[in-house]
C-alpha cells in the first residue's frame, strides 16, 4: 500500500463547474499537506498548503484536511480552461531530514470550454 | 530570472552510457533535492542535500551519484544507463527545514535507448 494515495482521473467537467480533488494517506507522521499544480512539460508548482486540520481558501481554491480520517481534498470553484493541468498532492512530516514530499500519483484535470 | 534551471532539458542516450544532469537555484535556499517522475507521473524523491551534505537517500541504485559543488548547485550523475532510467528528473530547493515550499525546476527528460 502507498503512503499517498490519489483518486487517479483523469477529470473532465465543464467550464463554471466545482471540482473536487482528494488524497488518503496512511502515514499519521505527515504535518504538511500540500497540493501542487503540473502543467503539461513544467515542473510542478505549489497552489497551496496547510499543516492543520481544516478548510484554508485562497481564490477559487480551496483545501481541506481531516487528520483524524487521514484525507485531504481540494477544491477548486468556478472552473476555468487554465486549471486544467495535473494536480498533485504532496505530504511532509517537516523537521530536519523529513523535508521529502511524498506525492500521489496526480489527477489529469481537463475543463471543457 | 529562473530561480531553479537545470540543463540539459531533453537527453537522449544509449543504454550503458554515463551521463550527468546540472541543476542550480538562485534562490539562495540551502537545501536541494533530486526527484524522478516516472512514465505515469508518479513522482518520487531520490537524494536531498543541505549545505552539501547528503540528508535522504531514497534506496536509489549505486549508479546514481549525487554531486553538490556548493549550496547553489546539485547535479546528477548516472553511470551505465538501463531502459528503466527514462523519465523526467526534477530537481528542487527549499530553505530550511519543518515546512517551506518546494520550488521545482522544469525537469530533465531523459531517454535510454
Known amino acids: 500500500q502507498k503512503e499517498v494515495e490519489q483518486d487517479p482521473g483523469p477529470l473532465s467537467v465543464p467550464e463554471g463547474a466545482i471540482v473536487s480533488l482528494n488524497c488518503t494517506y496512511s502515514?499519521?507522521?505527515?504535518?504538511?499537506f500540500m497540493w501542487y499544480r503540473q502543467y503539461s512539460r513544467k515542473g510542478p508548482e505549489l497552489l497551496m498548503y496547510?499543516?492543520?486540520?481544516g478548510n484554508k481558501e485562497d481564490g477559487r481554491f480551496t483545501a481541506q484536511v481531516d487528520k483524524s480520517s487521514k484525507y485531504i481534498s481540494l477544491f477548486i470553484r468556478d472552473s476555468q480552461p487554465s486549471d486544467s493541468a495535473t494536480y498533485l498532492c504532496a505530504m511532509s512530516q517537516g523537521g530536519f531530514g523529513n523535508e521529502k514530499l511524498t506525492f500521489g500519483t496526480g489527477t489529469r484535470l481537463t475543463i471543457i470550454p | 530570472d529562473t530561480a531553479v534551471s537545470q540543463t540539459p532539458k531533453y537527453l537522449v542516450t544509449q543504454m550503458g552510457n554515463d551521463k550527468s544532469i546540472k541543476c542550480e537555484q538562485n534562490?539562495?535556499?540551502?537545501?536541494m533535492y533530486w526527484y524522478k517522475q516516472d512514465s505515469k507521473k508518479f513522482l518520487k524523491i531520490m537524494f536531498s542535500?543541505?549545505?552539501?551534505?547528503?540528508?535522504i537517500n531514497e534506496t536509489v541504485p549505486n549508479r546514481f551519484s549525487p554531486k553538490s559543488p556548493d549550496k547553489a548547485h546539485l547535479n546528477l550523475h548516472i553511470n551505465s544507463l538501463e531502459l528503466g532510467d527514462s523519465a523526467v528528473y526534477f530537481c528542487?530547493?527549499?530553505?530550511?527545514?519543518?515546512?517551506?515550499?518546494?520550488?521545482f525546476g522544469p525537469g530533465t527528460r531523459l531517454t535510454v535507448l
Open positions: 534562490l539562495g535556499h540551502d537545501t
Open positions: 496547510t499543516y492543520s486540520s
Open positions: 528542487a530547493s527549499s530553505q530550511g527545514y519543518g515546512y517551506n515550499e518546494q520550488f
Open positions: 502515514n499519521s507522521a505527515f504535518q504538511y
Open positions: 542535500y543541505n549545505n552539501k551534505e547528503l540528508i
